[in-house]
C-alpha cells in the first residue's frame, strides 16, 4: 500500500532544507541571510529545480512575513523616540527619499512610461533594505559613527514612509479605472475609504487595544498571549483587505499604536520568532517569483536598469553624505548601503500590480531589478572593502607621513588586553599605564588609531571578535581581557568566544545597560560593570548635599542604593527572559527599598530625639562653677 506525503510536509521540508543549506553558505560568503534566502528561491523555482510549481500562492502566504516586520518595526516606532530624532528622520530621510524619488520619476518618464509607473516605480526603487543595511552596520560597528546614525535616520523615515506609499497605491488603481471609464467619483471613494479606515484603527486601537490586553495577560498563560500577538496581526491585516487595502499598511499601523504601550517587549518577543521564519518564507518566495524570462528577453534592458538606478541612487546619496558633512572615510559604505533597493519594494509593485496601476510585466522587471541590486549590494561592498577602503586606511606619523593601518601581527605578551579604545577604554588604560602596566590594545577604527597616535598611545590596528588576532594579542596567556567596545553584539560575541576558546581569561566588561549586563551573564562573564551606573550615583550624591544632606548621609544613602541595586540586579537576573516576572521583581525589589529607606531614617531620627535631652543635660552638668557670681 503506498503512503502519499501531504503536499504541506514536502513543501515544508523543502523549504527548510533550502534555507538551511543555503543562509549558512551566503553568511560564511559574506553576503548575508537575505541574499541566501533569494539565492533558494531561485533554486526551488521554476527557472531553478522547479520543485516548487504554485509560486504566486506561496508568495500570497508569506506576504505575511513582511506584515509581522512591518509590526515590529511600528512597535519601535515609539511617538517619543520619533520626535527626539524628529531632525535627522524628517530632515535627512525626507531629504533622500524626494531627491531619490524625483530623480527616479524624472529617469522612468523620460523613457515613455505613464506619470503613475514613473511614480511608483520612483519611490519603491528610492527604498533601501532595511535588513541589509542594519547588517552591515552592526557588523562594521558602524551604529554609533554620523553615517550610522544617518543612515539609521533615514532608514526609519523610509519605514515611517510605507503609510503613505501603500496608501496611495490604491488610490491610483481607482485613478487609472475612473480615467478609463470616466466615473471620476471612484478616486473620491477611495480617498475618503483609505483616510476613514486608518482614522478607525488608530481611534479604535487607541480604545480597545490596551484594555483587552491587559486582560488577556490577567490571565498569565503565555501561549495566549502570543496567540492574541498574531490574532490582532492577523484580524487587523484582514480588515485592510476586506476595505482594499495593503495588509503591511494595517499592520504597520497596529504596531506604531502599542509602541507606547506596556506589553510592547513581550508583543516584539513573542511575534519575532514567527516574523524572521516567514520573512525567509517571503524573501525565498520572491526569489521564486523572479521571472527570468523577462530578464533573459530583455537582458540589456534589465542590466540599465539595473546600474541605471543604482547610478542615480548612489550619485544622489554621495551628494547628501557630502552636504551632510560626514567623514569622508564613512561616505563610501553609506553610499552603497542606501543604493541597493530594498525588500518592501517588493511589497510595492507587487501591490501596485495587484491594484492594476502597470502590467504584471513591468512588476516583474522592477521585482527582479530590486533583488539584482541585492545581490549586487554585498558584492560590491566587499569590492570596496579590497579596492577603495584599503587606501584609506592610513595613519598620520608624527613626520606627518601616513602609512598603512595594519593589522596586529607581532605576537604580544602583555597581561591585560583591551578591546576598544573609546571613553571607555581610555580610562582604563590609563589607570593602567599610571600603575606601570602597559596593557595590549585593540581597535578596529583607523580615525581612532590616528587619534591615540596623536597622544602618545600605542594601539594595534585589529577586530577583537577573531579569535587569530585575540591569539596574536596574547589571550592564550593573558590574565585579564577588558571588553570596552561601543556595540553590545560586538560585546557579547567577544565574550562568547572568549569563553570558548581562552576558558582561563578572565573577563571584564562594559555593559551599556541591564539587559546587556544580563546577556554578558549569560556568556560567562562575572566582572560587568554598567557603564553610567557609577557616575549616576555620584550626581544622585551631588543632588542630596544640594538639598541639605550632610555629606557623609548623602554618601550613605547612595551607598546604600548602590548595594540594594547591585543585589536586586543579581534576584532580576534569572527572571530577565520572563519580562512579566522581571517585571514583578523589580517592583518588589523597589518597594523594598523604600520600605527599608524609610525605617533607617525613622531610625535615625528616633536616636537624634533621644540624644538631645542627653547632650542638654551633659552641657548643664559641665558648666563651670566660677560661672556663678559670689
Known sequence: ?????????????????????????????????????????????????????????????????????????????QPKRLWELRRPIFGWGMAQMLVCTGILFVAAWGFGFSWRVSLIAGMGLALSSTAICL?????????????????????????????????????????????????????????????????????????????????????????????????????????????????????????????????????????????????????????????????????????????????????????LAKFMKLPWRERPVFTLMLAQGGEFAFVVFQTAAQYKVFRHSISSMLVAAVALSMLL???????????????????????????????????????????????????????????????????????????????????????????????IAGAASARVLVIAVDSPEQSIKIATQVRKHFPNLEVVARARDLDHWFRLRDAGVTHAEREVFESSLLSAQSVLELIGESPAEAKRMTERFREHNLALAERMYPHYKDQNQLIAVAKQGRQQLVEQMAKERAALLEKHDSEEPQAAAATQDHSPAGSQQP
Not at 490604491?170 to 479606515?197: C, E, M, R, S
Not at 542590466?303 to 546619496?317: H, N, P, T
Not at 598603512?404 to 605576537?411: M, P, T, V
Not at 578596529?444 to 587619534?451: D, N, P, Q, W
Open 1 to 77: 500500500m503506498e503512503h502519499s506525503t501531504p503536499i504541506w510536509l514536502s513543501y515544508g521540508f523543502i523549504y527548510l532544507t533550502a534555507a538551511v543549506l543555503a543562509v549558512p553558505i551566503a553568511r560564511a560568503l559574506g553576503l548575508g541571510a537575505i541574499i541566501g534566502y533569494l539565492g533558494a528561491g531561485i533554486a526551488m523555482g521554476p527557472w531553478g529545480f522547479g520543485l516548487v510549481k504554485n509560486v504566486d500562492d506561496i508568495l500570497h502566504f508569506a506576504e505575511f512575513g513582511v506584515v509581522l516586520m512591518l509590526f515590529v518595526i511600528g512597535l519601535e516606532l
Open 135 to 319: 547588517q552591515v552596520m552592526a557588523e562594521r560597528n558602524l551604529m554609533r559613527t554620523p553615517s550610522g546614525q544617518a543612515a539609521f535616520s533615514i532608514l526609519l523615515f523610509q519605514d515611517v514612509a510605507a503609510i503613505p506609499i501603500l496608501a496611495l497605491i490604491p488610490i491610483l488603481g481607482a485613478y487609472k479605472a475612473a480615467h478609463a471609464t470616466h466615473t471620476d467619483g471612484h478616486i473620491w471613494i477611495a480617498i475618503f475609504k483609505t483616510v476613514g479606515t486608518i482614522a478607525a484603527v488608530i481611534i479604535g486601537g487607541r480604545l480597545l487595544l490596551q484594555p483587552v490586553l491587559r486582560w488577556i495577560a490577567r490571565s498569565k498563560t503565555p501561549e495566549i498571549f502570543t496567540a492574541t500577538s498574531l490574532l490582532l496581526v492577523v484580524g487587523i491585516a484582514m480588515l485592510m483587505t476586506q476595505v482594499g487595502l495593503s495588509m503591511a499598511l494595517g499592520a504597520f499601523l497596529a504596531g506604531v499604536l502599542l509602541a507606547d504601550s506596556e506589553y510592547r517587549s513581550e508583543l516584539e518577543t513573542n511575534i519575532e520568532p514567527f516574523k524572521g521564519l516567514l520573512l525567509g518564507l517571503f524573501f525565498m518566495a520572491v526569489g521564486m517569483s523572479i521571472d527570468f524570462g523577462v530578464i533573459l528577453k530583455s537582458p540589456w534592458a534589465m542590466a540599465a536598469m539595473v546600474v541605471g538606478f543604482i547610478s542615480l541612487k548612489a550619485l544622489m546619496i554621495l551628494g
Open 377 to 471: 549590494g554585498p558584492l560590491l561592498l566587499v569590492a570596496l572593502d579590497k579596492l577603495l577602503l584599503r587606501r584609506f586606511s592610513t595613519i598620520k606619523e608624527e613626520d606627518g607621513q601616513s602609512t598603512k593601518a595594519k593589522e596586529i601581527s607581532e605576537q604580544q605578551e602583555s597581561p591585560i588586553i583591551i578591546a576598544g579604545f573609546g571613553r571607555y577604554g581610555q580610562i582604563v588604560a590609563r589607570v593602567l599605564l599610571a600603575q606601570g602596566q602597559r596593557p595590549t590594545i585593540l581597535d578596529h577604527s583607523v580615525e581612532m588609531l590616528e587619534a591615540a597616535q596623536t597622544y602618545g598611545y600605542r594601539v594595534f590596528y585589529g577586530d577583537a571578535t577573531r579569535i587569530d588576532l585575540l591569539r
